[in-house]
């Protein structure tokens, strides 16, 4: 049963492309995964990130590119052949295995003769030794994405692919899961990469996330790069919400922009400042704006002259639509923190932020 | 509205009786058919089983005299058609789960827009009469047929052989008679395949033959039991294949009891060695079921 | 390969087919077994046979009446095991599966052997009960794995927008098992119309058409018989496609 030549390193798609008759689904990705981290593939349906997670996986051939882990070039190599395993959307845990089969499966495929001491050792991260006997039939949900993922870590891939595997769980076992998937990515050092179009498991689990639309990549990077300082609409709407309010360039101050927001003269600081001319579609989270009644006195960027119309209760947070003067309605979510006044609809109001939260775009970005 | 409302909500609790009540009444008809047409008659036949010749010595006349012995007479006096009749219901059924499992795993797996077709074409043959498809075969294979004639030039038989008038050529009848039986059940249990689980296999290192071995074949046994006992229990009460396609040295036990039925009037002999066969039949089915372990069949 | 063995597998399977086909055009002797050339005859006088057309005429009064039967007593029992529980379900499972598993000798014999008991004389009507006790099985599984995938919810959906039992019925449940149902029933008719062993053993004197094609197989059967399998087999191929085409544009249609 030698390893004879384990295969690692960085994930490497270069220019990777996949057809299926005229429906482009994945155009010229290039991507790098390092070694070892937790990676997120993020997007809408039908954007492209499971059919390149099959590509990895060798379920799909790309039409055109390579992959590569390490120095290796696995672009044609069977699935069989690689030392990448997925956990299935579906668990896809064999019906007539029991669940030490199903775990063993892999191993034994690979001429592993001892098994045993491999399999418990997995099935007791994933605390379900005591199952090991029964079919998956009889597993709850939650047990059985748990031993789809022992049944992949067991054999220590060099990549572990995870095709939305927590969509079927109800919400408290899916952020139980969420935390659990860290821990043992962490604990077993394979590199992980997640697909998914929750943007909140994806911020939550990974190191870093690329955000997948029309088969292309619109931007990659940290969690919190994304979302503080996104750099298309798509990424800043499909990651939290924004708004997105029309300005214009009017001169510098320092490190910042002064900007002409309808009216009213705010600051933005260059570095979050991805448009290319004066014309900025300026963005700012609705978790950042902080509401004030008509008399306050207010300070940082100001937006006044604003109409309370709708508020909803969230428990955490409470969401305000505010209309402005030029007769576009924002979203506020302030925290039930006993900060702000008890407001009601109708209600005048002024709307401040720090500048460092404010983010803008090219003015004809889509 | 409110009206409406109340009604529904008095079926939800309606009580089990009226769903049970229902349900008899729906099944009532069509049990009582089969307890009147089948339950009775396989109890009559085993109440004839026990029968004796009439002291009048008339033909077809029989008194109920509870000679158990018969079966053991019958039983002994056809030892040989019983054992050939297995045997050959037997080779029959290897030889069709042979033919039928490579075409169902095609149809299954492998026939891209084809599908349909050739599923048409596998239950085509219950379209023609069963009788006209076996005489064809009699025709095909018969003396002055093309198979043993291109097999004589091909010296491969011998001048005067024969290929029907042999257990061969019936064994063969029998095979293609029941291979849709086999065909069909065998291509639903694969056709049920999730194949996201043969996607699972080759991501754990399974390479398509393993991935046949491990996943595939087993997930497809409900479907292989089905189609065995579809083929392997009318096979062995049939005796029209023996009849057109071999010789009196091939007769089966169906053979036997047509002719005891009819040719010889002795129904005592000719329900026992029915009694005798349905029993056997039944006793191999279920120790096949329990070592093949489905749980539902029907 | 395996695509190769599959159409050699068709070819085998198609290959009596043929024969039958090509020997109704055969300008046959009396036993229609050596190829002397090409006629129509055959189909032009496709009754001239003594007493052919008479047993095509039974296969048919028989089929449609067993048919009928066997498809209404077999899909009520299905609905029964499908959509109700009750009491006596194994028993009730048991006796539909045993005449699957009896093979035909018995079930001809027994019914003759009951028939001779009551007196009641062979013929038609012994026939057409025997069909009807053999189909009502294939019928209630055929039927039965149809009401299985049928899903409750919209049963319930149809009584929440006000329909009664009865109108849920018709207009829910009935329509969406119907195909489950036209399966059943054209399953039922192929196995009547061509059963001979039970038929055999209780019709006497009156034939079917299988139990003509058997007596004549002892001194010749005629190129006319070849005519109707023929027939049979072009029909049946024809509906089985049409209802396919048709299945598929109702489809495509919503």
């Not at chain 1, 689904?25 to 390092?34: G, N, R």
């Not at chain 1, 996104?230 to 709407?237: G, Q, R």
């Not at chain 2, 499992?101 to 026939?111: E, G, H, K, Q, V």
Request: aromatic content about 12%; overall charge neutral; charged content about 15%.
């Amino acid at each position: 049963m030698a390893e004879s030549k384990k295969v690692q390193g960085d994930l490497v798609l270069e220019h990777v492309t996949k057809t299926f008759g005229d429906f482009v689904a994945v155009d010229d990705l290039s991507l790098v995964i390092p070694k070892g981290s937790f990676f997120a593939l993020l997007g809408p349906s039908g954007c492209g990130k499971t059919t390149t997670l099959r590509m990895i996986a060798g379920l799909e051939e790309p039409s055109s590119g390579k992959i590569k882990i390490g120095d290796t070039d696995i672009t044609t190599t069977k699935a069989y052949e690689r030392p990448v395993n997925t956990v299935f959307q579906n668990y896809a845990l064999f019906p007539h295995l029991t669940i030490f089969e199903n775990v063993a499966f892999g191993l034994r495929r690979r001429g592993i003769k001892d098994v045993e001491e491999a399999v418990e050792k997995v099935l007791n991260l994933v605390e379900l030794s005591h199952l090991k006997n029964r079919k998956p039939g009889q597993l709850s949900g939650g047990q059985q994405q748990r031993i789809a993922l022992a049944r992949a870590v067991v054999n220590r891939p060099a990549l572990l692919l995870l095709d939305e595997p927590l969509g079927a769980l109800d919400l408290k076992l899916r952020r139980q899961m969420q935390i659990e998937l860290k821990w043992i990515q962490t604990e077993v050092g394979i590199t992980f990469v997640h697909v998914t179009h929750d943007q909140e498991e994806a911020m939550t689990m990974a190191d870093t996330i690329a955000v997948m639309n029309n088969g292309k990549i619109e931007q990659m990077g940290s969690p919190a790069d994304l979302y503080e300082n996104p750099s298309t609409v798509f990424v800043a709407n499909f990651l939290g919400q924004s708004n997105f309010i029309e300005g214009s360039v009017t001169g510098t101050d320092g490190d910042n922009l002064v900007v002409d927001l309808k009216g009213s003269k705010i600051a933005l600081p260059k570095s979050r400042n991805n448009a290319k001319g004066n014309v900025l579609k300026v963005g700012i989270r609705p978790e950042k704006f902080r509401l004030h009644q008509a008399n306050e006195k207010v300070s940082g960027n100001v937006l006044s002259g604003g109409v309370i119309t709708d508020i909803s209760f969230f428990g955490v947070s409470t969401q305000y639509l505010v209309e402005m003067p030029w007769k576009q309605e924002l979203m506020v979510f302030e925290q039930n923190d006993g900060g702000v006044p008890e407001l009601e609809k109708g209600d005048p109001v002024a709307l401040s932020w720090e500048p460092q939260f404010t983010f803008a775009l090219d003015g004809n970005s889509n | 509205m409110a009206i409406a409302h109340s009604s529904s909500t008095e079926k939800a609790f309606a009580p089990a009786k009226k769903s049970t009540r229902t349900a008899y009444f729906l099944l009532a008809p069509g049990i009582l058919w089969l307890l009147v047409f089948f339950a009775f008659p396989l109890i009559n036949l085993a109440e004839t089983s026990t029968k004796t010749p009439a002291p009048t010595f008339e033909t077809g006349e029989f008194v109920q005299t509870f000679r158990f012995a018969n079966f053991f007479d019958a039983f002994a006096a056809n030892q040989e058609q019983f054992f050939r009749s297995f045997f050959y219901a037997l080779c029959a059924t290897l030889l069709a789960l042979a033919i039928a499992y490579p075409l169902a795993y095609a149809i299954a797996f492998r026939s891209g827009p084809w599908k349909n077709f050739l599923l048409v074409m596998v239950i085509a043959p219950f379209f023609t009469s069963f009788l006209l498809r076996t005489l064809a075969w009699k025709q095909i294979l018969g003396a002055e047929g093309p198979v043993v004639s291109t097999l004589q030039f091909l010296r491969i038989l011998p001048s005067d052989a024969t290929i029907t008038a042999t257990a061969f050529s019936v064994i063969m009848g029998l095979t293609y008679n029941f291979l849709p039986f086999m065909t069909l059940p065998i291509y639903a249990s694969l056709d049920r395949i999730d194949y996201r689980l043969l996607e699972a296999s080759g991501d754990l290192y399974a390479n398509g033959a393993t991935t046949f071995r491990k996943v595939t074949l087993p997930l497809s046994m409900p479907g292989v039991v089905a189609g065995t006992l579809l083929t392997f229990i009318p096979s062995s009460g049939d005796y029209i294949n023996a009849q057109l396609l071999g010789s009196p040295d091939n007769f089966m036990i169906g053979n036997v009891i047509n002719s005891r039925f009819f040719r010889v009037v002795d129904y005592p002999t000719a329900s026992s060695l029915s009694f005798i066969l349905m029993a056997t039949i039944l006793v191999l089915v279920v120790i096949y079921i329990r070592r093949a372990g489905t749980d539902e069949l029907v | 390969m395996i695509r190769i063995y599959a159409a050699a597998a068709v070819f085998y399977i198609l290959l009596p087919i043929f024969y039958t086909i090509a020997f109704s055009f055969n300008d046959a002797d009396k036993r229609n077994i050596v190829w002397r050339g090409f006629t129509i005859q055959a189909w032009l006088n496709p009754c001239e046979p003594i007493g052919i057309c008479e047993a095509l005429g039974n296969s048919f009064k028989v089929g449609i009446t067993a048919t009928i039967a066997a498809t209404a007593l077999g899909t009520m029992i299905a609905f029964a095991l499908g959509r109700y529980n009750f009491r006596g379900r194994a028993t009730t499972n048991l006796l539909i599966f045993l005449p699957m598993a009896t093979p035909e000798v018995v079930l001809g014999a027994s019914l003759l052997s009951m028939f001779i008991n009551i007196n009641v004389g062979a013929g038609l009507v012994p026939v057409i009960i025997a069909h009807i006790m053999f189909c009502i099985s294939f019928v209630v599984v055929t039927v039965k794995a149809r009401v299985a995938s049928l899903d409750p919810k919209l049963e319930e959906a149809a009584r929440d927008l006000y329909a009664s039992d009865w109108e849920t019925f018709r207009r829910v449940t009935f329509p969406l098992v119907a195909p489950g149902i036209a399966a059943a029933a054209l399953l039922a008719f192929a196995l009547s119309f061509d059963d001979f062993i039970i038929t055999n053993f209780n019709s006497g004197t009156v034939n079917t058409f299988p139990e003509y094609v058997w007596t004549a197989s002892l001194r010749g059967v005629p190129p006319q018989a070849n005519v109707i399998g023929t027939l049979m087999f072009v029909i049946a191929l024809v509906s089985v496609f049409a209802g396919q085409a048709i299945s598929k544009r109702k489809q495509t249609r919503r």
